[in-house]
């Protein structure tokens, strides 16, 4: 499936990502996955909230750069090789993987993973045909 992810880059020093995650629990946006990767000088924030516009309309109010993309939301099974059954099959159909990360929660023995992948048109086809998306 494909799910609208908001990215936010904030400064990389001490005490940014909690006003963001405060601002956004205090405008009512519920946080399902989240991911932060950050080198010397910025971090960027990757979530999928319950409301992807209203995320970022709140983040926008703090006055941070952020924007909206697509991602694909996969679920896999909750055990051991889930995860390398998944990466098998986009390797074998020369999908990259520029990130991923997880839900929060898994449900009925299965983990949502969230994924940026490259060629998007063939990853949506490869996924759909392996029933996964």
Do not use: C, W
Not at 32 to 55: K, S
Not at 74 to 81: H, K, L, M
Not at 93 to 121: F, H, M, N, Q
């Amino acid at each position: 499936m494909i799910l609208r992810q908001v990215s936010v880059f904030l400064e990389s020093e001490q005490g940014r990502l909690a006003p963001v995650v405060r601002h956004l629990a205090d405008r009512g946006v519920n946080l399902r996955a989240l991911m932060l990767a950050e080198t010397d000088r910025f971090g960027i924030v990757r979530f999928i909230a319950d409301d992807a516009d209203a995320a970022l309309a709140a983040v926008q109010e703090l006055g941070v750069t952020a924007r909206i993309s697509e991602v694909f939301g996969v679920e896999v099974s909750d055990r051991p090789g889930g995860l390398a059954d998944l990466l098998t099959l986009l390797d074998r159909a020369r999908v990259s993987v520029e990130y991923l990360y997880a839900e929060l929660a898994e449900i009925d023995g299965r983990a949502l993973l969230v994924l940026k992948l490259t060629p998007p048109e063939v990853a949506q086809q490869v996924l759909a045909e392996a029933g996964l998306g």
